[in-house]
């Protein structure tokens, strides 16, 4: 069984390939954008996915049976946000 990670601010899936190609499983993503959505839709279609990180919570579990226990790793990428945040405040 390979270990399991969560991807929070998921983007296009970078961060998610990386853990795949490592041997991680993806369990969940969460992602804002509509267009960034499609791509992981595309890419990942059996995966669970949100579009507000609130909504992401352990009551899940009854809904995606695949979630299972909580995967071993929460991958998080916040350099759009970062950068969104810094370019607001300008």
Same mark, same amino acid.
């Given at each position: 069984m390979n270990p399991t990670f969560g991807s929070l601010?998921?983007?296009v899936?970078?961060?998610d390939l990386g853990f795949e190609a490592a041997g991680y499983d993806c369990k969940f993503q969460v992602e804002w954008d509509k267009?960034?959505?499609q791509v992981l839709g595309y890419h990942w279609p059996d995966?669970?996915?949100w579009g507000d990180v609130s909504e992401a919570t352990g009551s899940h579990a009854? %809904?995606?049976p695949s979630l299972g226990n909580a995967p071993a790793l929460t991958? %998080?990428?916040l350099t759009c946000s970062?950068?969104?945040s810094e370019s607001s405040q300008k």
């Open positions: 601010f998921a983007g899936g970078g961060f267009h960034c959505q995966v669970p996915r009854k %809904t995606y991958a %998080t990428d970062l950068k969104q």
